[in-house]
């Protein structure tokens, strides 16, 4: 069967992790994993330039992590389980991270988790949307 | 003979497992939904079992994009506990079942799936959120565990078809055991959830009921669900449900719903749950 990634691209404000991308951000994706230890975590807190020189990333990738900016890593080939090691390492949780991809604050982020979360209507399709 | 005797459905939410290592969860936040486990773990003492087979995915914990299995099987005598990057949970290491493990792997290879094999592998918050919530805080976990971990995180992931078809196959796998064993199948993950994104926070639940329905009277016609729809209707991390597929292709045609709890949210998630056991004919 051939893949059909592209039906993916009309579900607004979503990003699906196809294996195209995870090649994109294999050595990014690479890096998330090496911060399973906290020798590695210590090491990369130390001196975050160094540490993502020892990775063969595109610059932009680094940069994306030097400015924890988790939707330009995710543009970039990232995957959230992935980027998890970073936000972890720095004692953040899943529901803060994920806000910062959103135009809420975190507050009215979890507010809205709290009323039920968000609804799909008006989130099924880009084009519904006048997006594309 | 072994022979399965229940199937359990939850999700797996990193944060109910941080909840449980950190004595939260009578916080007015998790109270609601940890009450809603206590008829389960009332329900899996009273009717043991000797080994849990648990379907659940990796979350870039073992598995990077180095190796990634579509499906695979544990067969080692243990399993220890990841570092998601926060250092491992304080919870006790998991015993397998290697020959029961080992069986089943050998087994479902000879049935044409290819199932990658583990003698090593460390499980991490998809497998051991579960246990926690079934088993709460033991010395020692209940049962021993046979893992089978399946790609859900990298698209494409396996078709519907394909996990129910494997839970058919597993099964009458583990009835071809010469061992008198009772088995039960866990498919976790789910219910809706986004964790990325301007969509992330997306919840549905009447979607999430209605899978539920469909798993439990008609599975038959739920396996031709195409991803698509579970990553609009459900989120984009909604599409681990296709593991609860699994779970249910193990129970036979007709099925008994013992228990079903829906709470939302567990931090980004809608959290299911459904205790199934095989209707005999």
């Known amino acids: 069967m051939k893949p059909n990634f592209e039906q993916y691209k009309d579900i607004p404000g979503t990003t699906i ?3 195209e991308l995870a ?5 990014l994706n690479e890096f998330c994993m090496s911060l399973r230890t906290q020798e590695n975590r210590e090491r990369f807190h130390a001196d975050e330039h160094a540490y993502l020189d020892e990775w063969d990333m595109t610059e932009e990738q680094k940069q994306a992590v030097l400015d924890r900016d988790f939707q330009r890593m995710i543009d970039l080939g990232g995957n959230v389980y992935f980027l998890s090691k970073i936000f972890a390492a720095e004692g953040m949780s899943y529901v803060q991270a994920v806000s910062t991809m959103t135009d809420q604050t975190l507050e009215e982020y979890q507010a809205m988790m709290l009323a039920g979360g968000r609804s799909p209507d008006g989130w099924r399709s880009k084009k519904e949307r006048g997006e594309a | 003979m072994a022979k399965i005797v229940a199937g359990i459905s939850t999700s797996h939410v990193p944060a109910v497992g941080h909840a449980v290592d950190s004595g939260r969860t009578q916080d007015e936040y998790w109270k609601p939904m940890f009450d809603g486990y206590e008829f389960s773990k009332q329900w899996v003492k009273d009717n043991p079992a000797d080994v849990d087979i648990i379907v659940y995915n990796d979350h870039a914990s073992y598995f990077g994009m180095d190796i990634m299995p579509t499906f695979a099987m ?4 243990k399993y220890n506990i990841c570092d998601e990057g926060y250092g491992p949970r304080p919870i006790p290491v998991v015993e397998g079942h290697a020959e029961l493990g080992t069986h089943l792997a050998a087994s479902l290879i000879l049935d044409d799936f290819d199932m990658t094999v583990l003698n090593k592998l460390d499980v991490d ?16 976990w209940p049962t021993k565990v046979i893992p089978l971990p399946v790609n859900v995180v990298m698209n494409p992931q396996p078709s519907g078809e394909r ?11 583990v009835e071809n055991f010469d061992g008198d064993l009772k088995v039960r199948i866990w498919g976790t993950g789910g219910m809706s959830h986004q964790i990325q994104g301007a969509r992330a926070g997306l919840i549905n ?7 539920m329905d469909d798993l439990v009277n008609d599975p038959e016609t739920l396996q031709y669900k195409p991803h698509l729809e579970f990553m609009i209707e459900a989120g984009s991390e909604g599409v681990e449900l296709i593991m609860w597929l699994i779970m249910r292709g193990a129970l036979g045609d007709k099925v008994n719903e013992v228990y079903r709890f829906n709470h939302v949210p567990a931090s980004n ?12 004919d």
Do not use: N
């Open chain 2, 205 to 211: 639940l009447p979607w999430d009921i209605q899978f």
């Open chain 2, 269 to 280: 998630t809608s959290v299911g749950h459904l205790i199934l056991t095989p209707k005999e």
């Open chain 2, 125 to 140: 918050h998809g497998l051991t959120v579960p246990l926690s919530l079934m088993y709460g805080t033991p010395d020692k």
């Open chain 2, 74 to 77: 544990g067969i080692a005598e």
């Open chain 1, 23 to 27: 090649r994109k951000g294999f050595q």
């Open chain 2, 163 to 173: 996990c129910l078809a494997l839970g058919k196959a597993i099964r009458d796998a």
């Open chain 1, 17 to 19: 992790y196809t294996i």
